[in-house]
């Protein structure tokens, strides 16, 4: 029944809507978008998830691309994305205006990961996110991070899959990616280097799927990333250090 959990923890975080509390902003906010349907149900799982382990900063998922036939446009919309990515960014940079000193973590589901990365690229140059996170990123796994990188302090996290053939194998090859490039997804295999292996770089830590994860209902998949007990206890230990306990650090740093 562990299919069932990824599913259960979404469905429950759809009767749970995020509501901010006095005081979150000035602790950090926290901007997730999800992938190519561009709606918030999606990603309920998971800010249930991150509430439940103890992140108290402001969550807000952003809607995005709301057309007709959407999910096929939005994937390949790349002038109306970019669009979308410079909105955000203003959103973003305003959030830094009224609260400088408060960090604010950048998360893209999916699809949503292309929009994340054409935002930190699109922010202005005094505005610096605190951490760019990438969960299953329908982004070509040679893209030129070189800009990313110059808006995070803390660098980026890629979280991918290689058994997520269907969605950011196939689907990708075939339709692209949300920068337009045919090919698996770095959500899949990874950020590349040039020879073709898995790039390494001090701003950049890529974690890929670990079998523990089955535990806390994620199986490889495309929609495993979504399980509120992934979200608990993976993510919120990367956006929170307090949080994180030894065997949770020891977890992210095997290979």
């Given amino acids: 029944f562990r299919f069932l959990t990824p599913l259960a923890g979404i469905i429950a975080g759809c009767l749970r809507p995020d509501v901010p ?40 998922i952003v809607e ?41 973590t950048l998360i893209g589901y999916s699809g949503g990961g292309g ?36 808006h995070t302090r803390q660098g980026v996290t890629n979280f991918y899959s290689e058994r997520d053939w269907l969605i950011l194998g196939y689907g990708t090859r075939v339709f692209g990616t949300i920068d337009r490039e045919k090919t698996s997804s770095a959500g899949r295999i990874g950020f590349r280097d040039a020879e073709g292996g898995l790039l390494e770089s001090v701003q950049l830590t890529q974690i890929g799927w670990r079998p523990e994860w089955l535990e806390l209902g994620h199986n490889g998949g495309h929609i495993g990333w979504l399980a509120s007990a992934w979200a608990h206890d993976v993510l919120a230990p990367l956006i929170d250090a307090s949080l994180t306990r030894p065997a949770r650090q020891e977890a992210m740093a095997a290979p």
């Fill in 21 to 60: 509390q006095l005081g979150q902003t000035e602790r950090g906010s926290i901007f997730m978008v999800p992938g190519i349907e561009g709606t918030t149900w999606q990603l309920r799982g998971t800010v249930r998830g991150l509430r439940e382990a103890g992140i108290d900063q402001t969550i807000e």
């Fill in 64 to 104: 995005w691309g709301k057309h007709p036939f959407r999910q096929l446009y939005n994937l390949c919309a790349i002038e109306a994305n970019r669009v979308v990515a410079r909105g955000l960014a203003r959103r973003i940079a305003a959030c830094h205006a009224a609260h400088p000193h408060a960090p604010v």
């Fill in 115 to 150: 929009i994340a990365v054409l935002t930190a690229e699109s922010l202005p140059e005094q505005v610096t996110l605190d951490r760019l996170i990438l969960i299953a990123a329908a982004v070509s796994p040679r893209y030129d991070l070189s800009r990313v990188f110059a």
